[in-house]
């Protein structure tokens, strides 16, 4: 079940440009997620979440994923507190460098799978406990 998340109204025209603004590791990493192509799960682009936008957002998977990098002018003290404010929702980050995403794509695609096949592991595991015996 996806939990409706809060964010600031006034965001959401922020977020729509810089969607029309993407950087070139956005672009790149977006057409790998558009579209219910990583394991037919959906990904948003610049999704506005309490006072911030994250970079990707998978609803289903309570899953945001930032690219590091030029882009990205916020200092890194200001990075961790926005990140574990959202994370008090429920959210997990997933963060890569701009330059990996550019250099070392198919890496980056791996680590995305691999997060999302230990997710679903994991609940699987708490829906199907074993059987005491």
């Known amino acids: 079940m996806k939990k409706i998340?809060?964010?600031?109204?006034?965001?959401?025209?922020?977020?729509?440009?810089l969607r029309q603004n993407s950087?070139?590791?956005?672009?790149?990493?977006?057409?790998h997620l558009k579209q219910k192509?990583?394991?037919?799960y959906r990904f948003h682009r610049q999704k506005p979440i309490l006072d911030y936008i994250v970079d990707f957002y998978a609803p289903e998977?309570?899953?945001a994923i930032e690219i590091?990098?030029?882009?990205?002018n916020e200092s890194v003290a200001h990075d961790r507190k926005r990140e574990k404010a959202i994370e008090k929702l429920g959210v997990r980050f997933l963060r890569f460098q701009d330059r990996d995403i550019q250099y070392?794509?198919?890496e980056v695609l791996i680590t995305i799978q691999e997060w999302i096949e230990a997710?679903?592991?994991a609940n699987e595991q708490e829906q199907n406990p074993p059987l005491p015996g």
């Open 61 to 63: 998977l309570m899953l």
């Open 68 to 72: 590091d990098g030029s882009s990205h």
């Open 23 to 31: 950087t070139l590791s956005e672009v790149l990493l977006w057409n």
């Open 37 to 40: 192509q990583m394991y037919g």
């Open 5 to 17: 998340l809060p964010y600031r109204p006034d965001l959401k025209e922020k977020a729509q440009k």
């Open 104 to 106: 070392r794509i198919n």
């Open 119 to 121: 997710h679903e592991r």
